[in-house]
């Protein structure tokens, strides 16, 4: 009875570690980890032992038995990894790092964002004794994208929340959330006040189109939404608000996040409301008039930029029916486990009535139409071309159409920004460095280091090679003293800001949002005002002597 990887793992390699007969792969350090779209579990090693179902934070591990019809092909999946023996040598893994013996006793780092590759960063630096981590953000709540990032209908996946509760509980660490560096603090305060600053700060924006008509109202970025579906802070006003008036919506690109737009945009209000979808976003589901949804990728099947885990779960939707248009003429449904079961879904009969979901393949976006808001999207036929160093290119044709549609999102990648003081790749968008340092006190983690690649498990391996370079680093001296002398607790010579959060403050306000969530048999509901979220980190005490301040000025 094997275990198997049922969806998107986080690739935090928890199981890895706890396997005792090294049966899942790829493991960190072989060759496709850091590119895995998921893990595998081996049918024929499989000893049924379910060390990796309790090591596993996001319960990705079922036995083969418990596995449930939309699940079933995750089997075969699991299965299909492993022939032609990828991994013939299975040595045991050590992925736990030697202890550092630290010079001069004690390490101060300010790590800057809270998201997953900051937080796996400070994990891998507090595995060390004497390292004190300061972990930064700008805004009042930590963990990135795995809050306001993964899907709503993706709940399981958001449970590897609970890897980074257990990281911020470790003794060194603390927080200074609602602090953002370049205004708040600057870049030269932490470097006066640590040894060593780590920037994990992700991709906040996203790639332009490029295309006529891109800035009409109801052409909007698909980062964007995703934000406010998730309740993030910085899109609660009105202004972000987003109409779902019109019957169809376009999502140009054709990665995972657009297939999560899609399935948002067609669900049931009522299956969504059971989980922490931002309350703005549940309101504008109810009342929207939106019954399909056409995804829009450049190339064919075989190159889309979704995984197959995602895909499954697509074709797994039981009140949306998915469907394929722009087949490649000459593909075999066959080539792949990818393009046999679009293949089975192009041949699928809609069901009259249902909520749509339209997979097309071989379209490039030309031109957004419409005067004062969107109304259609000209579209050309894509053909692919393969240039003489075997190259393959998406190239479109005259042969053009219009798609009505009241609202374009794109999402065809996400994009960082420029860090002030640090060095940057304009084309790449990432700051240049090398195996995370990019000079002796200041590092990089996460999407800024090498781009919006890989998952959430991907920061890991990530975080371990920065912190890697960052030890060897202050082993052999290359590190500046903070000017406090960076001996023993310490004090920072810069005072944080009066409205800075630490690890109490979140506490409080995930203890908040999970009691509002219980009374509505909820996750949580999330507050998404700011003034909201620094009200609930505030000590009880001084939420009543605030609360009185008002009444006494009313």
């Not at 109304?375 to 053909?383: H, I, S, Y």
Request: glycine share 8%.
């Amino acid at each position: 009875m094997p275990y198997v990887v049922t969806r998107s793992c986080c690739a935090d390699a928890s199981c890895v570690l706890a396997c005792p007969v090294n049966c899942i792969h790829p493991a960190p350090g072989e060759p496709g980890f850091a590119e895995a779209e998921m893990l595998y579990v081996d049918p024929r090693a499989c000893v049924d032992c379910g060390a990796c179902a309790t090591a596993c934070p996001v319960d990705a591990l079922k036995p083969h038995t418990k596995l449930s019809a939309a699940e079933q092909p995750f089997l075969d999946l699991n299965a299909a990894y492993y022939e032609g023996d990828p991994h013939p040598v299975r040595t045991p893994l050590a992925l736990v790092p030697r202890q550092r013996r630290l010079p001069a006793g004690e390490l101060r780092v300010a790590v800057v964002g809270a998201g997953p590759a900051g937080l796996f960063t400070a994990d891998e630096l507090l595995k060390h004794p004497g390292v004190h981590v300061t972990v930064y953000d700008r805004l009042p709540t930590p963990y990135g994208l795995a809050r306001a990032g993964v899907a709503p209908d993706h709940q399981d996946t958001k449970q590897v929340i609970r890897l980074f509760q257990a990281i911020e509980g470790q003794p060194g660490f603390s927080y200074r959330l609602n602090v953002e560096i370049g205004k708040d603090l600057l870049h030269e305060d932490l470097i006066r006040d640590h040894h060593a600053v780590v920037y994990a700060v992700g991709a906040a924006t996203d790639r332009r189109l490029g295309i006529d008509g891109e800035e009409l109202p109801g052409s909007v970025s698909a980062t964007d939404f995703v934000a406010w579906y998730n309740g993030h802070p910085d899109h609660d006003t009105a202004s972000y608000a987003h109409e779902l008036a019109g019957e169809r919506a376009v999502v140009v690109g054709n990665g995972n996040v657009a297939l999560d737009v899609a399935r948002v945009l067609t669900a049931d209000p009522a299956a969504v409301a059971r989980t922490d979808i931002g309350d703005g976003a549940l309101a504008a589901l109810r009342d929207s008039r939106v019954r399909e949804v056409v995804v829009l990728g450049r190339r064919g099947p075989a190159e889309a930029s979704f995984t197959m885990p995602e895909l499954l779960a697509l074709a797994a939707l039981e009140e949306v029916d998915v469907t394929v248009e722009g087949w490649p003429e000459g593909l075999a449904a066959d080539a792949s486990a990818r393009t046999e079961l679009l293949a089975l879904l192009a041949a699928r009969t809609p069901t009259p009535g249902r909520r749509r979901i339209v997979l097309r393949f071989l379209t490039t976006p030309t031109r957004v139409l419409g005067g004062d808001r969107v109304t259609g999207l000209e579209v050309a036929r894509t053909e692919l071309r393969t240039d003489e160093d075997g190259t393959v290119r998406a190239v479109p044709t005259a042969d053009t159409e219009v798609i009505e549609t009241s609202l374009v999102l794109r999402s065809v990648g996400y994009r960082a920004r420029p860090i002030p003081g640090l060095p940057f790749d304009a084309t790449r968008a990432t700051v240049p460095h090398e195996r995370g340092r990019v000079e002796p006190g200041v590092y990089v983690a996460g999407w800024i280091k090498r781009g919006p690649t890989g998952f959430i498990g991907t920061n890991k391996s990530c975080a371990e090679e920065t912190v890697t370079a960052l030890l060897d680093d202050f082993e052999a001296g290359r590190l500046t003293v903070p000017a406090y002398g960076g001996s023993g607790a310490g004090t920072s010579v810069t005072a944080a800001p009066a409205d800075a959060v630490g690890l109490d403050g979140w506490r409080a306000i995930d203890r908040a949002e999970r009691a509002a969530g219980a009374l509505q048999q909820r996750p949580r509901v999330k507050l998404t005002d700011r003034s909201a979220l620094l009200d609930a980190a505030r000590p009880p005490k001084e939420r009543r002597l605030l609360s009185l301040t008002v009444l006494r000025r009313s």
